[in-house]
């Protein structure tokens, strides 16, 4: 399949992290580790009850000391490093399991959770520990830290690089997305409109499958490595 693909654009999902022990963002029961998606994720939330979402963002962050990267950031970390042309990874996912499985070429569009933001003056700095709120700035010095977490109706990073990636795509991969967060969910059209392939990767059809030339459902941790392999040759 590699024959005329030079630079390629791959969002990721929550999918791809599920077989490290991650939960998905939309349980079956329509939740997030047990909690409605306005209750930890809006800008409403973190003004109404710091404490609350802070705790939430804790015990996110703690939990990546438990789990590892799986074959899926493996095997896209072993394409960022073989890959001559283009290509760029665009993570919806606030882990940091691509990094740690050695991926280089990496944008986190939806923030981390290993970084705390500063809400007065706009500085991200690197944070590993628990996060209260009202902690302080080492730019400002004001005690405004909040989690680094794009919220739903806030912009997310690096728009104008991504769509620079995806315009001037050969192939666009989309893998473990539901297709339910714009602008992400948008992304393949874009590509698409430029000319690129596209192709998707997911455990169910998502929300966006029918914008895709091609499906294919099943495990990250199975259809990333065959994927790879392929684009290899
Ligand atoms: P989502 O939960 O809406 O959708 C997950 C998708 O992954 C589903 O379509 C599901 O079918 C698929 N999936 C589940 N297990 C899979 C597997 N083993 N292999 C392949 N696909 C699998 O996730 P989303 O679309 O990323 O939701 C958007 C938001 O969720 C993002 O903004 C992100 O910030 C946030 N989020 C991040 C994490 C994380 O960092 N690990 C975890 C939960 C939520
Ligand atoms: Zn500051």
Known sequence: MNADINNIVILTG???SAESGLATFRGPDGLWEGHRVEDVCTPEALARN????????DERRARLAEVAPNPAHQALAALDAAWGGDLLIVTQNVDDLHERAGAQRLL??????QSALCAACGKA????APLPPASVCTGCGQPRLRPDIVFFGEMPYDMERID????????FVSIGTSGAVYPAAGFVQ?????????LELNLDPSAGSAYFEETRLGPAS????EMVRELLG
């Open 164 to 171: 620079a990636a995806l315009c001037r795509a050969d192939l």
């Open 108 to 113: 986190h569009m939806h923030g981390e959770l």
């Open 50 to 57: 710091p404490v609350l979402v802070h705790r939430f963002y």
């Open 190 to 198: 874009t590509a698409r409109h430029a000319g690129a392939r596209t």
């Open 14 to 16: 929550a999918g791809i």
């Open 222 to 225: 199975e259809l990333v490595p």
């Open 125 to 128: 700095e690197a944070w590993t």
